[in-house]
């Protein structure tokens, strides 16, 4: 029985015919830009990310760029960005004009090494730092991170595409960030129908520059305050994910059963199963395991292939590792421990209403990987 690395098909009974009923209403109205929806879907995500303001921007890309400029990062700044991360987070950092150094990670929780970031402000004097909430959670030093970049005059954005609903001590991880994003690619736990992303802060000035940015710098229709671009949320992606977030409770709870399963079943192989550090709950976004043995990560690859059993390596390679990346870095700080986790990361199927038969299938074929090397 073939099962997928993500299945974007497992809607809740009714959810088309809403959605199917919300298009054609939309479409009838000529209603795609802005609107009731876009406000409604911003007043949800500021409530669940317990942030003041929430603005909404055409893809998670964007909304680093979007958060970066709102800080007035640009031309020569210096921003660190955490060497394990996926592209848009260093490559918004170009786009901007500023420039990278990277910073390594850590192999506990996958989050930018604390004492490396430490290092790099006191070498290299940073302007910025964008870091990633990789997996579902964050960093276990997450609050030493905000306040050591207070301290030192150092501008935070907080990269969360991969940890909405995640909760930091209690709280939304988005909570207490001065600035923040998201994405909304389908495949992320808050996905919708196509590319969007969002920016989060309880900053009024940051708020409004976000929200110019996103759409040309507009004061007025032909008005402008700023050089911003067209990064609108069409009004569809915000009735979509307006459907998608009152189910997003029982979406995440059916994404930490299947991750608990993972971890109660394949204790005794030898994948590590990289778990949230203690102040997380996290989202249930991936399940990450790091299988040291090259050797037995080929064949447990190569066995879920043949069995037509999805996977993923979320990242294969690290940021200072790119063919590109040379070019536009100024430095990497730390040591190898992203390309430590690139190397040895594999990811099992984990999407909302995952059955236990199809976990089964993964775990036994897995199980059955480990014992033929």
């Not at 199917?20 to 009731?36: M, P, Q, R, T, W």
């Not at 196509?194 to 759409?215: E, H, I, P, Y």
Request: glycine fraction near 8%.
């Amino acid at each position: 029985m073939p099962v997928p690395f993500i299945d974007l098909k497992r809607f809740e009974d009714g959810f088309l015919d809403n959605w199917n009923d919300k298009v054609a209403n939309l479409s009838e109205k000529a209603s795609f830009i802005g609107g009731d929806d876009v406000e409604e879907l911003e007043e949800a995500l500021a409530i669940w990310t317990n942030n003041k303001f929430a603005v909404t921007c055409a893809n998670g890309t964007d909304a680093i760029q979007i958060a970066l400029r709102a800080l007035d990062v640009g031309k020569d700044d210096i921003v660190l960005v955490p060497n394990m991360t996926f592209w848009a987070t260093f490559e918004a950092i170009v786009n901007v004009g500023a420039t990278p150094v990277t910073v390594d990670s850590s192999l506990n929780d996958a989050g930018i090494d604390f004492d490396s970031f430490i290092v790099a402000i006191d070498k290299v004097k940073p302007k910025a730092a964008v870091i990633a909430h990789l997996y579902g959670w964050g960093s276990a030093r997450l609050d030493k991170i905000r306040e050591y970049c207070i301290n030192n005059n150092v501008l935070l954005v907080e990269d969360g595409a991969q940890c909405f609903g995640a909760l930091y001590k209690e709280k939304s991880i988005y909570s207490n960030a001065l600035i923040s994003t998201t994405s909304f690619y389908p495949a992320k736990v808050l996905g919708g129908a196509g590319d969007g992303g969002a920016v989060f802060t309880s900053d009024s000035n940051l708020a409004k520059r976000a929200r110019q940015l996103t759409n040309h710098g507009r004061t007025s229709h032909y008005g402008y305050g700023l050089v911003g671009w067209n990064s609108r949320l069409d009004s569809l992606q915000a009735a979509y994910l307006n459907i998608a977030i009152k189910h997003l409770p029982a979406r995440i709870k059916s994404r930490q059963e299947a991750i608990s399963y993972y971890r109660k079943h394949l204790i005794e192989t030898d994948i590590q199963q990289m778990i949230p550090p203690s102040d997380y709950k996290e989202n249930g976004y991936c399940n990450v395991g790091l299988v040291k043995d090259l050797k037995l990560k080929s064949v447990i690859e190569t066995k879920l292939k043949t069995s037509e059993i999805g996977f993923g390596n979320i990242y294969p390679g690290a940021m200072s590792d790119q063919e590109c990346s040379k070019q536009f870095m100024h430095s990497h700080v730390g040591g190898n421990e992203a390309q430590k986790i690139c190397d040895t990361v594999i990811n099992l199927p984990v999407f909302p209403y995952i059955t236990d038969e199809e976990l089964s299938i993964v775990v036994d074929t897995v199980k059955i990987a480990c014992e033929e090397l």
